[in-house]
Every structure is written in C-alpha cells, then in structure tokens.
C-alpha cells in the first residue's frame, strides 16, 4: 500500500511541494485568477516564484495633506474589496490587546478564551504564497497537497468567499443560489497526469470538507469549468464531485455550481 499524506500549505517547505499542472502552460503556484476577479491568471509566471520584497508603508502624514490619494487598501489581499469590521459577537475570542481581539471582542470579557493571532506574512516570500497564508490566524490554511510515497500528487485551493473575488462575481450569476448559510469555496481541485485515476483528488476533497466544517462552516461549493480539458482548468468535473457528495445546485451546462452541505 502506498503511503499518503495530506499537508496544509502554510510555509515555503509546503509551498514547495505544490505539485506541477499537467499542461506546462499553468502554474498552481503563480496563479491568482480566484483572487484576482478581473485580471487573474492561471498561466505559469515564473517571476512570481521569486521572493517578494513589501517596499516600506509611508506614514500615515505624509499621505493626510493629499486630498487625491487613494484610500489605503489591506495589504493582506490586493484584490480584495474593503470589508468592513464584523459585528461584535459574544461568542468569538478574544483577549488583552487589539492584536489578540482582531474581532472587536472588549479585552474585559473574563468568558472568552485568549489566544494569539499568528501575523501572515507579506514579505521575502513568492507572491502566491504570500496570498495562500493571509488568512493565517483567522481563517487558517487555503490549501493542501498530497503527498503518495513523499511524492507530490494533488492539490487543492480553498476558502471563505471574502478570499476569491472571481466566485463572489460568478455566484452573482444565478440568483437560485441560497445566500444563507455561505458556503465556503473549493477553487482549485488537481492531480498530476500520472496520479489520475487512483482517487488521490477525491480523498484531498474529503479532507477539505472534514477540515471546513470543523471550522464552522455550514456548506462548500465548486465551480467546474466544462468549456474547457481537463488539464485546462482545476474546478474538477462533477462526477468527482457528486462522489464527494456533492449535489448540482446548477445546472449550467458549461458552468455548473456544485454544492455539499457540511454536517
């Protein structure tokens, strides 16, 4: 039996292991066409490989006496519209500092649990991972590899809708979709060539789902693209998602939106 492993993609060691795609044209580790509603890629960009250098933040003073600048933008995700703060919620930690409280939960609340927020990292790492890790100490990972006998198979791409701009727009199409619970997002489901075939992609979906509801959320969705081969695109194909349990919440006949309620 070969031995299989599933990592979370949190560091450069597993941002390594991503597998390749199996058209050399795409690249896992360059692509933000999720992230990036109106530009993003799926093309292999090597320079996005290389460590990103953050250029250091003007101060605040300098940018006060100019009534034509920008507002500031989270350099957490570049592509992400601004969110406003969460209502106050009993229920979520929080703890002495407003680093420890990013929730807006009062340091004064003796019932709520304390921890630390670990910080995501921005800087001298590849662009990709640098979106990959911004939910880090909220949300957690966005991706996973597997591994059969130390060898990179699969990978899978998820999270909240807040994090992929481009199914926010595309759940906007079809209107039937259900608007409570949100579901979360797989955005990327891919094997190599040669380790098609040996249920390797469908064992990394079921870890996602058991990992997502153990998060709290209710539901994921999918959103296979059918215009396209299968080495063209990594939104899987609905026979492997109704395996996984999933049912066809839309019918599209080239873009259909699959969806699993998580128990």
């Not at 709520?112 to 890790?133: N, Q």
């Not at 909220?138 to 006998?149: C, N, P």
């Not at 919440?249 to 969806?259: K, L, Q």
């Amino acid at each position: 039996m070969p031995e299989v492993l599933i990592l979370d993609v949190s560091d450069e060691r597993t941002f390594a292991l991503i597998p390749p795609c199996a058209d050399a044209r795409f690249d896992h580790r360059t692509c933000d066409y999720w992230e990036d509603a109106d530009r993003g890629s799926k093309l292999h960009r090597p320079a996005w490989l290389e460590a990103r250098q953050t250029p250091p933040s003007r101060p605040r003073e300098a940018l006060s006496d100019n009534p034509f600048a920008p507002p500031e933008r989270s350099a957490l995700n570049p592509f992400a519209p601004p969110v406003s703060r969460p209502a106050f919620d009993p229920f979520l930690s929080g703890g002495d500092s407003d680093d420890d409280a990013p929730f807006g939960i009062p340091a004064d609340n003796p019932f709520a649990p304390r921890r630390t927020v670990e910080r995501p990292a921005t800087s001298g790492i590849p662009r990709k991972l640098a979106l990959l890790d911004r939910g880090r100490g909220v949300f957690g990972s966005y991706a996973k590899v597997l591994l059969v006998d130390g060898d990179p198979t699969a990978y899978t791409q998820f999270g909240p809708l807040s994090a992929y701009p481009r199914a926010l727009r595309l759940r906007e199409l079809y209107p039937q979709l259900p608007d409570a619970p949100l579901p979360a997002v797989i955005s990327c489901i891919a094997t190599t060539a040669d380790g098609r075939r040996q249920g390797h992609a469908l064992r990394l979906v079921e870890a996602v789902c058991d990992d997502l509801a153990e998060r709290g959320f209710a539901a994921v969705e999918a959103y296979p693209d059918l215009t396209r081969s299968e080495d063209e695109q990594s939104g899987g194909r609905i026979g492997l998602w109704e395996s996984a349990g999933f049912a066809t919440a839309v019918a599209d006949e080239r873009f259909p939106v699959m969806r699993r309620e998580l128990g």
